[in-house]
Structure formats: structure tokens, C-alpha cells
């Protein structure tokens, strides 16, 4: 019966030892995950050893922003190094001879063709997610989104280089929060202020199922969504593959 | 002698329990930056998908834990050749017929199995079956069938990303023949490095000792993938 294995050991283990050996293999597993694999990878830590260590600070970088949002001075001040070239400072110009003022410093030139996200999203009672786009610095973005019934949302935005200090923490910069009562609707346009992923994080509090309609048009890449804290990258919809003039027929206006 | 024996299942020791702990990044997943570049690619681009294969094969610790398993008692050439070959043929049909037909398999339950892949392989290799059973299990059929849900594995890794469907097949075959070329790199280095120590006079007395840390690894797989199962719930 030994297929190609004729090398093996010519005397089989004693019972007690294969016993021994086996048990011993399932305990040390079972203290090395509870000890060090669970707290890092989950932040499970019954034995506290995972904070301890500062292994759970691994689990929770994993999932930004599925904590209750803070704002702090430092996710609201902008910082000096940012007011580069990549921010726009549109300046009112009135103009002398008492016509139509004129706006100054609207045009940001961008990388390639811009990208358009549709989607339709159910957020079953008490579930949250994600959808973040990533974006060079400068970049923008169009968006609308409505949801069925309001609900508690931030947008903000993960830095792909945190300030010193923040390296590996759940760092991020808020844009828009509102957490307490929360909105049904929300419609912007959006300059990345540093290169990274920037987007929502809603949550459904309620009793019910929320849907949510998200349509945006922006410079990025891919989208990240992070849901049931999974993250998985989205492909956005290429415009050019939208159908043109020739088959949406124009509508006059009158 | 001795003291050098033991250095060596020392070192083993370290490197199976090193590996359970690799960070993130050295681990199982496509990284983020590899994630960005899938999902943005459309079209083949066969180079930057064989790398993608041959990586996710050098580190991803449990298919070489699996591996050597395997081979941990091959002595010829021939007989590593014919068991990778089987390995090579369950993986790769499910790697594509998972991929391509649109089978999604749950990613914690079959790394869960091929968890327990590991475990399977180092209770046979201590004899363990042959104690119990009083035969040892078709070793060919088992690392096949294995095979199969390693490969599965491999496609749930695949799914995660929206693939976009220009050059689908050219760019899952650069993955596959990608995953190939890395399990040979890394298998070459494991046949070495035990080719090495079976001239030793210590190689059968901790071949025991170096299953059941291999079993121990399988366990550390399982316990962390099915947590994740019902973490992720």
C-alpha cells in the first residue's frame, strides 16, 4: 500500500505518541491564535495579550472609519504644506466698469479622462460600508447620492502618507459629518486635498432597509468599498462606453 | 552533531511559526497596490499576471506548507515531479473553472479546508493513518483532491477584484502559469534545503518532532480562517 512513499519511517509511532503529538500540535494552535493570530487579525483579545503587545492596533488599521467618527482640530485645520498648486483659490474680481464680476483660479488641469460610478445600495438594519474613491491630490469629483430615509453619514477621506506621528493609526480627514441626525440627500463638488481614497461611510441605524442611490463623475481610478469589513476594489464605469448623442435623442428646450 | 541537528529543527521550527505571523503584506492576499492595478487593468497584460501568480504562490504560506508536506518524504526527483504534477492539475481546474464560470466559492471556508489540507498531510506523514486505520490513504489521490480545493482557494483570491472581462482567459492562464513558475522557485528551495538534511543522521528522528509543528501550522490556518468565517458574518 505504499505509493511512492517507500521511505518512511519502518516502524509506525506508538498510539499514546501519535496521541500525544496530536494534541500537543491542536493546543499550541489554539494558544498561539487566541494569543497572538485573533487579537492581530480581529482584534479579538480575551486574554488581553493582543493589547499588550499593540497587536490589535494591526486589526483595527484594517478598518477605518467603522468607528463612530471624532473630529479633531487636526482632521479640520488644513495644513500649510497643502496649499499647493493642486488646490484651486478661486478669487471674485469685480470688474471696474460696474459689469458682471469674473471668477479667477477656477481651472485645475487633471491626469487622464474622468470616471463615472453609478450604484444602488441597500444597507440592511443596522449595517454600514463604505465607498471611497481614490484620487490624486487635486483631483475632482461630482457626486449626488439619496437615500430612502435619512441616515447618519461621514464623508472623509484616508491620506495615502499620514501626518508624522499618525503613521498606521486609523487616521483620516473629515469633509462632511453627520452622525446625529443624519441627511437623506447630499450633492457636492470635491477637490482632493491629499492623494489617497476619499469617500462615505453611511450607516443604517434603523430597523429597516435603506437603499441608496450613489452617482459620481470624478478623477479616480478604482473604488474601494469596504462592507461587513471586507474590502474589495471596484472597477468604475469608462464614460466612453456610455452611450452618445446619436442614441439619446436631444430634448428642445423651449 | 547533536547541537547541529538540533539547530536545524530549530530553524525549521521558526520559519513555520514565523510564517503564520508574516504581516499582511507578505501574506495571502493581492496587496492593495496589486488590488489597484487588477481592477484598473483592462485588457491582457500577461507579464504583470504571471508575477501576480508567481507572488501570491511564493507567499502564500499555506499552499507551501502544504507543499512540504508533501514532499517531506519524496526522496526522487521523479516521485516530487509526479506529485506536483496532480497538485498542479486539481489547483488549475479549479482555478479556472472557478474563475471562468463564475463559481465563488466562500474564501474562509475553503482556506479553512486547505487548512486542514496541512494538518491532513503531516498526520500522514507520522504515519498516523497506517497507526489507526492500518493503511495509509492513497497519497496520490489525496494531495489531487487537495489540489482541487487549493485551487479554489486561488480563484476566491481572484474574485475579489472585478476582473474586467477584455483578455479575461489570457490574463487567468498568466495567473495560472504564474502560480506554476512559483511553486517551482519555491518548491526548488524546500527540495534543496531537504535533500540537505536527509544526509543528516538526525532527519528521521525529528521528522516526527517537524510534522507535528507542520500540524500545528495547519491548526494555527484553520482556527483563523473559520474565526473569520464567523467574524465576517
Redesign the interface.
Known sequence: MSTGQTAAPPHLPSLRRLATATVIALLTAVVILVAFVLPAEYGIDPLRTGRALGLTNLANATEPASKPAVVTDAAVTPKAADTTKTFLNPVLVTSPTGEAPTMKDTFIAQRGRFQFDSRDITLAPGEGMEIKYNMKKGAGLVYSWTASATLPFEFHGEPDVKPTGKEGTDYYESYELDDKKGKSESHGTFLAPSTGIHGWFWENKTDKPITLKLVSSGFFDWISQNRKNKHTALTPTDPYSLPSHPTIPDAVMR | MIQRHRFVAACTALVV?GL??A??AFAHNVS?RD??F???NTGSAIAPFLYLGAKHMVTGYDHLLFLVGVIF???RLK?VV??VSLFTIGHSTTLLLGVLGGVHANAYVVDAIIGFSV?YK??D????F???VG??P???IAVLIFGLFHGFGLATKLQ???L?PNGLVTNILSFNVGVELGQFLALAAVFIGLSYWRTRAGF?RH???TN??L??????L???QL??YV???
Open positions: 511559526l503564520c505571523f504581516p499582511d492593495k488590488a489597484a487588477v481592477v484598473a518524504f519524496l526522496y516521485d509526479l506529485y494538518v503531516a498526520f506523514n507520522m504515519n498516523g497506517q497507526r489507526i493503511f495509509q492513497n497519497t496520490k475579489e477584484f472585478a474586467s528521521l521528522a516526527f518532532v507535528t509543528l500540524m500545528t501550522g495547519g491548526f494555527i484553520v482556527g483563523y474565526t473569520g467574524v465576517a458574518r
